[in-house]
């Protein structure tokens, strides 16, 4: 089968935003990956839970900054900035860590380059092509993200923690200089353009806008799903060592594995809902459910092997969800012309809740053990099927 020129074009958007997306999520699994090697070597659980949190407030606010200027400014020189930028602040952070402070910010300023880049890329898929491949390009990205985790494990079990940190700069540094050279040669064959979409209404409009677009549920979809998605992997080789007494090498390990398995989510969750008839409202519901069956099974399966597969598939079952809001809806917002500001808002939602449950799991993992913590999990995700419940379909059934 003949593709056509827009076919073409959407790969060739979408490839160079999942391979710049890659980096990215090199870059921020690295902390979680080697959080095993620096308890060893003396760092507290308290003082990482402490970075990360950081890391997670700057990218938040960032994503709200940054999301709304991404609709401003070409997406070249903001992903290109944030990557360079990103590299930079990295490489520093594993160099200056004898002075705490110093190393807490500058890991925070890694999260503030970083969040330059999704609200504008998916600006840029979403106006450059049709809304079917806009949705495949977006989950080509979002593979990228699940597997840059693996790809941090791998890179903790084989390198010392600095070393690794050294490697991602590169990677991210690297990746900036190709991403501008490719965007600048796309912008003159005319693939990518700018400013074809606008804001239908300036202020206040804006919002009634995203409300008709039901805003409010997906920003309690981002929050639930970014606890998860964000938070639950970055302490789970953390999980494996403490609660299933995993050595640091062997947690690094299975993180690996695991995140492997958690990177084909995407795929699966696109299947189901294409089997569901496209709809997304059906698969997000479907997603909450099995997420807190998994979590439900983690709590009482005490078999190491086993509790890894219910953990591994319920923090797939709520990717799943984040799936339907990152790959279908983000881009579904097109014609609004507020493509990167909504998903900045959207972003800085699932990661400024990513920053406060990294500082209470941190906590809590020692207050009250990983047991009571999975049940936490396990609460969020059947407040996520409540959300998630198609009341609109149920009002119209009852009239």
Known sequence: MKLSQKAKHAIMIGSLCSVSYFAVYIARNILGAVTPQMVEGGYTEEYIGTISALYFVFYAFGQLINGAIGDKIKAKWMIGMGLCGAGVTNFVFSQITAAPNAAMFVYALTGFFLSMIYGPMTKVVSENTEPVHATRCSLGYTFASFFGSPAAGVLASFLVWQSVFAVSSAVLVGMSLIGILFFTVFERKGIIRYGQYKPEKKGLGNIKVLLRHRIVKFSLISILTGVVRTSVVFWLPTYLTQYLHFSAKESAGIFTAATLAISTTTFIVVFIYERLGHDMDKTVLIMFTSAAIFFALTYFVSLPVLNIVCIVLAIMSSGGAATMLWSRYCPSLRDTGMVS????????????????????????????????????????????VIIALPYGQILNRQK
């Open 341 to 384: 500001s909504a998903t900045g808002f959207l972003d800085f939602l699932s990661y400024m809740s990513a920053a406060a449950a990294n500082v209470i799991f941190a906590n809590a993992a020692t207050a009250i053990g990983w047991g009571a913590l999975i049940l936490v999990w396990l609460g969020l995700m059947l407040l996520g």
